[in-house]
C-alpha cells in the first residue's frame, strides 16, 4: 500500500486532503494546527508528528502552505521534507508560491532524486470541497500523469503548463488579473457613489454595454458581506507581492497590479487582513469620503 502525505490541511488544504482519503493508499496529514487534522483522523487518516516523519514514510507529499516562506521552511529547512527523505519521491505543491523559489527548489529536489510539481489551485474551499478545482501543473510531465489520478481526486480541471516554473505564473496571472480587476470595479462604482448615483442603477447599465464581460465578479465585490471567508485579504495582498515579485524576476512590468497591490496594502494596514479580499472598498471609500449603499435586487 502507497503512502501518501498532505501538509497544510487549512482553509482550501483540508477539503483538498479529505478527497484523498481512500482505501487504495493511506494519507499522513500534517498542519501546525493540531485541530485542523481533526476531521481528517476521523475518516481514517494518520497525524504525523511533523514534516520529517512525512518525508521519511510518504513516497508521495502534497503541500498546501500559505506562501513562499513557508514554503521554503517546508521543503528546504533543516527539519523540511528534503533534509529527512526517506521514501519521498515526489512532491506537488498546491500553494501559490513564487517562480524564483518554485525553481530554486526544483533544482534542489531534481539534484537528490525528488521530483518537484508545482502545481497551484484555483476555485476556492467550495470547489475543493467538490473536488472541482482547477489545477495548473509546471514540472516533469511523465510525473505528472503518474499522479494525475491522485491530483484528479480533487480537481476537476487539470492543465499541464510546461516545465518548472509554469504552473506558478498561470496561478499568479490569474490572481494578479482578478485581484486587481475587483478594485477597479469598486473604484468606478465608489465614484458613482460620490456623484450621488445609484450603484444598482449603474450595474443594470453596465451589464448589457461593453463593460459588461468584465462584471460577472461586481455582485461578490460590491456585496459588502465581508465575513463570507472566499480568500482572505491577507492572503491575497501576499499573492499581489508573489505576483510583482515574479513579474520582476521574469523582467515584466505591472504597473496596475503594483497600484492594486497598493490599494491592498492599505487595507492590511487598516485591519482589514482577515476580511474577505474585497473589503478594499473600504480604503477606496474612505479616500472619497463615502460608503457605497449595498446593491438592490430588481425585478
Do not use: W
Request: charged fraction near 15%; hydrophobic fraction near 50%.
Amino acid at each position: 500500500m502507497s503512502e501518501i502525505g498532505f501538509i497544510g490541511t487549512g482553509t482550501i488544504g483540508g477539503p483538498m486532503a479529505e478527497r484523498l482519503i481512500d482505501p487504495a493508499h493511506r494519507l499522513h496529514v500534517f498542519d501546525l494546527n493540531p485541530f485542523a487534522t481533526r476531521p481528517h483522523e476521523a475518516k481514517g487518516a494518520l497525524r504525523a508528528a511533523g514534516v520529517a516523519e512525512i518525508a521519511g514514510i510518504c513516497d508521495t507529499v502534497f503541500l498546501s502552505l500559505p506562501g513562499p516562506p513557508q514554503i521554503s521552511e517546508v521543503v528546504l529547512g533543516a527539519e523540511g521534507l528534503l533534509a529527512h527523505a526517506g521514501a519521498l519521491s515526489t512532491i506537488i505543491d498546491l500553494s501559490t508560491n513564487s517562480i524564483a523559489l518554485n525553481r530554486e527548489i526544483a533544482g534542489i529536489a531534481h539534484a537528490k532524486g525528488i521530483q518537484y510539481l508545482d502545481a497551484p489551485v484555483s476555485g476556492g474551499k467550495v470547489a475543493a470541497r467538490e473536488g472541482k478545482l482547477a489545477v495548473m501543473v509546471g514540472g516533469d510531465q511523465a510525473t505528472f500523469n503518474a499522479v494525475r489520478h491522485l491530483i484528479e481526486c480533487f480537481g476537476e480541471h487539470l492543465f499541464y503548463m510546461g516545465p518548472s516554473g509554469a504552473g506558478t505564473l498561470t496561478k499568479l496571472v490569474n490572481n494578479q488579473i482578478f485581484l486587481s480587476a475587483s478594485v477597479l470595479i469598486q473604484e468606478g462604482f465608489v465614484m458613482g457613489a460620490k456623484a450621488g448615483m445609484d450603484p444598482t442603477a449603474i450595474l443594470e447599465v453596465l451589464k448589457v454595454s461593453s463593460a459588461g464581460s468584465l462584471l460577472a465578479r461586481a455582485p461578490l465585490v460590491l456585496s459588502r458581506k465581508f465575513d463570507m471567508d472566499v480568500f482572505a485579504l491577507a492572503i491575497a495582498a501576499k499573492d499581489l507581492e508573489v505576483a510583482l515579485a515574479s513579474a520582476a524576476a521574469v523582467g515584466a512590468e505591472m504597473p496596475m497590479t503594483t497600484a492594486a497591490a497598493g490599494v491592498y496594502q492599505q487595507a492590511l494596514a487598516a485591519g482589514l487582513g482577515t476580511a474577505d479580499f474585497f473589503a478594499t472598498v473600504k480604503v477606496l471609500e474612505a479616500a472619497a469620503g463615502v460608503e457605497l449603499p449595498p446593491l438592490q435586487k430588481r425585478a
